[in-house]
């Protein structure tokens, strides 16, 4: 029996009436005449035997996890955090243990969760646990459903997670969810969901106001320059790893000022999932772009059928780019550099902040200045591949990073030579970390 299997029967033994749920839903499922698709979505389940796939948040981890009899105790620290957002842009943030967003918190249904929060703010905080059905004196309104929490405070929360899905945590206040006091809260299903996925990603995305040569978002602001996938903006967002032939699922968190329609390139995918959790099979229709608005998670699944370099990223056109706010004088008064020395030394000047040379990769016709409305998007192109080595970008074509900006990532669908290749890589890598680690504590 598979552990997942038999952790469901150990939680089933304690909650008999969800057993019976699922046993009848099971009873039902068998006695409907199978489809063709649920056929081959059932020969593929077969086939993925083992442990279901534990989300993965890339640029930001997992929150630590001990336990207290059966409960999960959870220890998050509300503190101010610097987020290096693109190589050469490092932001002052509010987040939870040195990140923004916070370290994802991952559940089981059925668990009993206390979730300690630690405010070392300079002023007070509470938690809300977004879409989560829990007891309002959990709910974390301050002054309703209890009082704020003081900088200096530690306060505890705690509940059963009876329901499964994707959630998130964050500050009961306008002004500090928009300075980045969010992370995600998933709730794994007791059984498998099926088709069963072999990758599952979750992604926060967030905007920023950032006015030219500051490092501090202003809250208030309407004027969102810095788009960010879980804290960082392309090309420094971390490439997702998909093995040809798996079925992947991605999980997009909003909590911001704007709707963002994430948009996969060259793949149908179904929405399998909202805030609410998991959505029934009869609703599921293809797509490519979802509309993730403000307050929600949206869930979408796709056989990984075509390998290359996937695109996934917001379509909003100024949610594809970043801040050239930076460059101060004549950026001011129009909108771009005309000339090709110009435009580069204005490029050359950020990209000495982060250190690297700055060369545009693409042509400019000779009379190109000449034409109205020229320059779009000719000297906006940073290539700098040698500053974004990982793993997870083990290969990918030359220059690259000078086609990612903004609110993007990509999906990278590898044959399995390749696909064991980066596994391994990020594996090793794991590894020296911890060495590291080690070393700095012994
Ligand atoms: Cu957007």
Redesign the pocket.
């Known amino acids: 029996m598979s552990e997942s299997r038999r952790s469901f029967f150990r939680n089933a033994a304690v909650v008999g009436a969800g057993l019976m749920t699922w046993a009848e839903g099971l009873r039902a499922q068998k006695s409907a005449k199978p489809d063709a698709n649920e056929r081959t979505n059932r020969a593929r389940a077969k086939e993925r035997a083992g442990p279901s796939a534990r989300m993965e948040s890339p640029d930001i981890g997992d929150l630590p996890v001990t336990m207290d009899g059966d409960t999960k105790v959870f220890h998050l620290i509300a503190e101010p955090v610097k987020r290096k957002i693109v190589p050469w842009k490092t932001l002052d943030i509010w987040g939870y243990n040195g990140s923004s967003p916070g370290p994802t918190i991952q559940v089981q249904q059925g668990d009993r969760v206390r979730i300690e929060l630690e405010n070392r703010l300079p002023e007070s905080t509470t938690m809300h646990w977004h879409g989560l059905e829990v007891p309002v004196e959990q709910d974390g309104v301050p002054y309703i459903s209890q009082k704020p929490i003081a900088p200096g405070e530690t306060y505890a929360y705690e509940f059963t997670v009876h329901q499964e899905g994707t959630f998130f945590y964050h500050a009961h206040s306008a002004m500090q969810e928009m300075i980045g006091l969010i992370g995600m809260f998933i709730a794994h299903p007791r059984a498998d969901h099926a088709p069963r996925v072999d990758h599952d990603y979750g992604i926060v995305l967030q905007e920023w106001a950032v006015l030219p040569n500051s490092s501090v978002p202003n809250t208030a602001g309407m004027e969102f320059n810095w788009?960010t996938f879980n804290g960082v903006a392309a090309p420094l967002t971390t490439p997702l790893i998909a093995r040809l032939g798996s079925r992947v699922r991605l999980r997009f968190v909003n909590l911001g000022m704007?709707h963002?329609?994430i948009h996969l390139h060259g793949n149908q995918f179904v929405i399998t999932g909202t805030e609410g959790g998991r959505a029934p099979e009869s609703t599921w229709f293809p797509g490519n772009t979802v509309l993730v608005g403000v307050a929600q998670s949206r869930v979408v699944e796709f056989e990984a059928k075509y390998p290359g370099a996937w695109m996934i990223h917001?379509h909003?056109p100024h949610?594809m780019m970043n801040s050239m706010m930076d460059l101060l004088r004549d950026r001011q008064i129009m909108t771009a550099d005309q000339t090709e020395p110009t435009a580069l030394s204005q490029m050359q000047a950020l990209a000495a902040r982060a250190g690297f040379e700055h060369q545009h990769p693409s042509p400019v016709s000779r009379d190109a200045e000449k034409i109205p409305g020229f320059p779009q998007d000719a000297f906006m192109e940073m290539g700098m591949d040698e500053l974004l080595q990982k793993p997870e970008t083990h290969d990918l074509p030359k220059n690259w990073s000078a086609g990612m900006m903004g609110?993007m990532t990509m999906v990278r669908v590898l044959p399995e030579k390749e696909f064991n290749e980066i596994a391994e890589m990020k594996k090793s890598q794991a590894h020296s970390e911890e060495d590291i680690h080690e070393l700095h504590h012994s």
Do not use: R, V
Request: hydrophobic share 40%; net charge negative; with cysteine.
């Open positions: 788009l704007d963002h329609p917001c909003l949610h609110m």
